[in-house]
């Protein structure tokens, strides 16, 4: 992948994660494709980057929606010519057990954090295979592999995230896609601070403090934390790296018992 002229989308870029990965990925040279359900929030990303020399371009996009996604794409390749990345970042949580857990809530969980991101690979996979090259990289989670207490539709929904990353990489790998998951532990985040207003109100420094804890590094990671290593998944010095998960969550997976 040629990194001057890469075309790098990502989705959920509006914020949080997404924001931080799409500000890495300027420092690679990307052209970087700002995507985001709130159009308002893409802007603000890519006008950041545009400020600071970087070239961006906020698009809005509704991972949900198969026709939405596959015309945005179609309108990434006209405009740039190329799609060289994909940066499936963009989901959303969920609280509960199996029985807290109605049908409209699982299918909400599953239509963005699942089909989201087979909606996203299915339209940018074609002009990677054009190319005969190109990076995706899903972003998982450390429930994609241990059992989280509470998170019944989301871990189901991260867990096929990982497995969907298996299986794209293994049937690609002779087309010169590479397919890698990140899997981060708990990150202070916007959606953290809002978890934490709505259910904790009267002793948020406590909860953020407990929550911080459950990482055996004891604390939260960052944004540009898990943006760092998606930056290093996404450049040439990771062509040997393909069909791998990796957590990045202080411990949590392999410390924490």
């Known amino acids: ?39 308002e929030a893409a802007k603000r990303t890519a006008d950041e980057i545009n400020q600071e020399g970087g ?13 939405e996604v596959i015309d945005v794409f179609a309108q990434i390749k006209n405009q740039f010519k190329r799609v060289d ?15 807290q ?11 963005v954090n699942v089909k989201g991101v087979y909606n996203c690979a299915f339209a940018a996979i074609p002009y990677m295979q054009e190319q005969q090259s190109g990076v995706i990289v899903n972003m998982a989670s450390i429930a994609s592999t241990v059992g989280i207490a509470d998170r019944f539709a989301y871990s189901m929904s991260k867990g096929a995230v990982l497995t969907m990353t298996y299986s794209i990489a293994k049937d690609y790998i002779n087309q010169g896609i590479r397919c890698n998951c990140v899997a981060p532990g708990r990150v202070h985040t916007p959606f953290v601070d809002a978890y934490l207003e709505k259910n904790y109100p009267e002793n948020k420094t406590e909860m953020f403090e407990t929550l911080s804890k459950s990482q055996p590094i004891g604390r939260m990671g960052t944004p540009q934390e ?3 290593l998606v930056k290093y998944l996404c450049s040439d010095d990771a062509s040997f790296i393909t069909g791998s998960n990796f957590p990045i969550d202080g411990g949590f997976v392999t410390l924490n018992n």
């Open 1 to 39: 992948m040629t990194q001057e002229k890469a075309v790098s989308a990502v989705t959920g870029g509006g914020s949080g994660i997404g924001y931080s990965i799409c500000k890495a990925l300027t420092t690679l040279k990307h052209t970087v494709i700002v995507l985001d359900r709130d159009i």
């Open 85 to 99: 990345v994909l940066v499936n970042n963009a989901g959303i949580g969920s609280v509960g057990n199996l029985d």
């Open 101 to 111: 857990t109605s049908e409209d809530e699982l299918d909400r969980v599953y239509n």
């Open 55 to 67: 070239v961006a371009k906020a698009m809005q996009l509704d991972v949900s929606k198969h026709q």
């Open 226 to 228: 898990i943006a760092a």
